[in-house]
């Protein structure tokens, strides 16, 4: 279905060759998945940005992220939460600009380092409380790939205060509390998820997942304009 895709290409004939030459490649190498058809369009392209082929395993998803995700692209005007500026750089402004989506982070503003330092938390904390209390967590996709703490506190959110975002991309890197982080969110019922186990994540891989969301999104928009 991709290659009917215009908004979600890369936009030289020659950078598409080597992209879709990028996936067959990596199809051809990857012996094995236990991925859904529309799971691994994701998982693959995760393992693109990176050249790690440990994506494929260590990828989780809740049985409802994908199709929740899609949706939530397809409704238009969906937010984008992220914990860090790289994750809103990093997305394809275009692509996101096609689904009427803006991106928000609050990392470096001077009041979520202010209550960082009073409460003795990490800013990180501190932006998701922040996105909260502005309205913006609920029926957005949450962005999370460099603060453990982030996630963790997103959980909490969810728990204690009814956040209820459309869908958690949550794949924070580092040593301290991130794969603990990672299994907490993969506990939760309430709302769809898709995280990568253990230590190794990123913002890249964030970007990664929600470029491959917007191209699934796309793909239907093209067959629904096509059956109408």
């Known amino acids: 279905m991709s290659h009917a895709n215009i908004v979600t290409e890369q936009l030289t004939a020659a950078g598409r060759a080597i992209e879709h030459d990028s996936f067959a ?32 395993g260590m990828t989780d998803f809740h049985p409802q992220a994908v199709a929740a995700g899609v949706a939530a692209v397809l409704s238009h005007g969906t937010r984008v939460v992220a914990d860090v500026e790289m994750i809103c750089v ?3 402004a275009p692509r996101l600009g096609h689904f009427g989506m803006a991106t928000h ?15 003795g938390t990490t800013r990180a904390v501190q932006a998701m409380r922040k996105a909260h209390h502005l309205g913006l967590i609920n029926g957005a996709i949450v962005g999370i790939g460099n603060a453990p703490t982030a996630l963790i506190e997103l ?4 728990h204690d205060e009814g956040a209820r975002p459309a869908l958690v991309v949550g794949m924070p890197v580092g040593f301290v509390s991130a794969a603990e982080s990672k ?6 019922n309430a709302v769809p998820w898709m995280v990568i186990r253990g230590r190794k994540g990123g913002s890249t891989l964030v970007v990664a997942a929600i470029h491959a969301l917007l191209g699934l999104a796309e793909a239907q928009e093209v067959l629904q304009k096509a059956s109408a």
């Open 155 to 158: 959980v909490r959110l969810i």
């Open 183 to 188: 299994d907490l969110m993969a506990l939760e």
């Open 105 to 119: 982070q609050f990392i470096s503003d001077a009041d979520v380092i202010e209550a960082a330092k009073a409460e």
């Open 90 to 92: 990093g997305l394809s």
């Open 25 to 56: 490649v990596i199809d051809r190498e990857v012996a094995s998945h236990g991925y859904t058809a529309d799971q691994w369009p994701i998982v693959r392209r995760m393992i693109h940005a990176n050249a790690d082929f440990d994506f494929n």
